[in-house]
């Protein structure tokens, strides 16, 4: 089932990581301020990378979400990590995109070390997807393409993300996402054992598990793997263990989104296996160029609603025009061959004019133009008889 509105909504930074224990409420207990600057509110929720909470920035005077990053782990090499974490939010700091959450600081907690960030009202879209919300295909398109934006930008910023994936993909609205934890998972996936390195298993790189250097790519593989997701409500690597999750990965064996719903745009298919395949010098050349093929196929879809507006909400043209956009209607290939390669045969989009409503009668703008061009001849014509 499609649903157009998601559920309701939370503020941001909730998730942590996929699976994120819910609470059944705020606890009684509210820590101590954090310094002189950050009081405490509530806790949003808690995950394997820490714990998230509202809070008041008692110095700017402003909600913020404060997510405390759990470093015991890291045994020995805490100090080194906590530097680590507070170098890269320095950097994170930096970037200023609509579609990234913005960092407006970073300091040492007693846990390790705390993130402060904007605090937005909405829900990550791991938490809608496990709540059975299906995007359409244009929403699909839409969300991915902002991500895409996004992390072109940041690219071009030298960061890149290595942990794309639902949860860290913040909604606010239907179709507005929010780049959450820029190379915060990363760093501290250095000190795991086991697991897939630098990443999150169903949404990993194959790079990412053989350790090989990553790059753009590995998060545009990353996000391929969510569109797949979006458009077919699955995703295209499974597994009951990480070693199946991570033998699926490397083999790069993927159902094609239209054999699991075959209503789905076969472009949205082409782009989706692109950003999927295994060999990263197949896929997109850069997150922008991700972004460009969506933003393509979405601008077909507004030119195709016409005057009604696109899959983004934004106007049509509303040139008044005498010229419709020519429909797509549905025409069967033809193949000549043996049954398999005739069953192969896909039904493609064919543009046919269509005749436009009162189309022999002249729109004002002639009748104007027809007017000027007599009076100028009539003109003319006394001019040469004077």
Known sequence: MRIDQPPAARPAGVEAFEHTPRLERPPVDVPEPVGERYRLIRRLGEGALGTVWEAEDTLLMRRVAFKTLSLHRCGPAREQAVQQVLDEARTVARLSHAHIVTVHDAGISAEGAYITMELLHGQDLGALLRRGWRARPEQAALIVRRVADALGYAHSKGVIHQDIKPANLFMVGRTRPMVLDFGIARLLHRHDEGGPARGSPHYAAPEQYRGWPCDAR???????????????????????????IEAAVLAGRVVPPCQRDPTLPAALERITLQALDPDPARRHRTAGALARDLRTWLASQQTAAGDGGGADGTPGNGNGSDTAPCPAVTATVTVDGPPQAQAQAQAVPVPVPVPVQ???????????LAALALSLLAALLIAALG
């Open 358 to 368: 009162n189309a022999g009668r002249p729109g004002p703008r002639r009748l104007i």
């Open 218 to 244: 590995s998060d545009i593989h990353s996000l391929g793997v969510v569109l797949y997701e979006l458009l077919t409500g699955q995703r295209p690597f499974q597994g009951r263990t990480l070693a199946e």
